[in-house]
């Protein structure tokens, strides 16, 4: 079971879409939001992981044209949540983001995340610590991972709002949220070039 939890640790605690997103909506705009998103984030990743332990993700993602529609959504919808980190509270950005992220950005942000589907792929079909009860096993694993992404997450946001806090210049800030937007970007891009 300690491997399991180091596994979990590690496993979330690494940049992806939605530890970067979380940074970024707290720099941007604050605890509050930040909150609301990561509540989204939460609903969202516990969605995916009930889809992949009922094995639904399985049967989805094996169809090639349900995986590109879903790489798509993916992709355009992390564009537009990084857009919105990257110009908010800018002068010089096309169109200031005035709402934050909120909490069905979180949901929907979860649910087209490839990092999320390995991730839960990789923790509920491997790591088995409890033979004589695959439910057992389950529920351990559910409550196991909520309890170490639950901090993780808001670490994460407080990671962003003490960037905040820095009281940067605007340019610095605006660098610093074009970053992170980018950042978040990139892991998408590594974590689709993977091997399938």
Do not use: C
């Not at 909506?25 to 989204?40: K, L």
């Amino acid at each position: 079971m300690l491997t399991f939890a180091l596994a979990v640790f590690f496993l979330i605690i690494t940049p992806g879409p939605g530890v970067l997103s979380v940074a970024g909506v707290g720099s941007a705009f604050g605890s509050g939001p930040g909150a609301r998103y990561i509540a989204g984030l939460f609903v969202g990743t516990n969605l995916v992981a009930i889809a992949v332990v009922s094995g639904m993700a399985a049967i989805v993602l094996a169809n090639e044209n349900i995986r590109l529609v879903l790489l798509i959504a993916s992709v355009g919808y992390l564009s537009y949540l990084a857009g919105k980190i990257a110009f908010s509270g800018t002068k010089i950005a096309f169109k200031e983001a005035s709402k934050a992220p909120g909490f069905w950005d979180g949901i929907i942000l979860q649910t087209v995340n490839p990092k999320a589907y390995a991730v839960n792929t990789t923790l509920f079909t491997g790591f088995a610590f409890w033979p004589d009860s695959l439910v057992m096993e389950t529920v351990l694993k559910f409550l196991i991972i909520n309890a170490i992404w639950t901090p993780i997450h808001f670490a994460w946001l407080y990671a962003g709002m003490s960037l905040h806090r820095l009281n940067l210049a605007p340019h610095v800030q605006r660098r610093v949220n074009i970053a992170m937007a980018t950042s978040m970007l990139l892991v998408v891009g590594l974590a689709l070039m993977a091997p399938k």
